[in-house]
Nanobody, 113 residues
Framework: QVQLVESGGGLVQPGGSLRLSCEAS??????MSWYRQAPGKQRELVAD???????GYADSVKGRFAISRHNTKNMIYLHMSDLEPEDTAVYYC?????????WGRGTQVAVSS
């Protein structure tokens, strides 16, 4: 069973930066993604990346967040800068194994002064 484990969340002041990491228990081919869910809101797609490195971003994070991937280490990362209080959420790593969606348990990011 494939597992995804996120790390790197924490409390940061507005304008600060964080790097989230997601480690997969095995090699995953295809798109891997970061989602987030703020309190009282639906889970939303933040960024995704293909095996070949093609990326996509939600409009709300374009220019501030960058997703990257290290295929041989089975890792993806989310580099977040210029963080805003509206970025406060639990961030989840996601992948599909065949047609089966796999989720990590999430890592909390809080942006507050």
């Amino acid at each position: 069973q494939v597992q995804l484990v996120e790390s790197g969340g924490g409390l940061v002041q507005p304008g600060g930066s964080l790097r989230l990491s997601c480690e997969a228990s095995t090699t995953i081919f295809g798109v891997m993604s970061w989602y987030r869910q703020a309190p009282g809101k639906q889970r939303e797609l933040v960024a995704d990346i293909t095996t070949g490195g093609t990326t996509g971003y939600a409009d709300s994070v374009k220019g501030r967040f960058a997703i990257s991937r290290h295929n041989t280490k089975n890792m993806i990362y989310l580099h977040m800068s210029d963080l805003e209080p509206e970025d406060t959420a639990v961030y989840y790593c996601h992948a599909k194994v065949g047609v089966i969606p796999v989720w990590g348990r999430g890592t909390q990011v809080a942006v507050s002064s």
